[in-house]
């Protein structure tokens, strides 16, 4: 894993992580990527 955080200090990148124990941070994207996978894999 400290191979990976410095790759991303190295580029710039800033790491996002939520809070631990709050899944109401990511609720908003896990909506969406819940969306497209059922649109991408049954095609409506």
């Known amino acids: 894993m400290v191979g990976y955080q410095a ?3 190295e580029k ?7 809070r ?3 899944c109401l ?3 908003a994207m ?3 990527f819940g ?3 059922t649109e991408c894999y049954y095609g409506k």
């Open 35 to 37: 969306r497209l996978k």
């Open 7 to 9: 790759i991303l200090r």
């Open 20 to 22: 631990k124990v709050n």
């Open 30 to 32: 896990e909506s969406f």
């Open 12 to 18: 710039g990148i800033q790491q996002s992580m939520s």
């Open 25 to 27: 941070d990511n609720s």
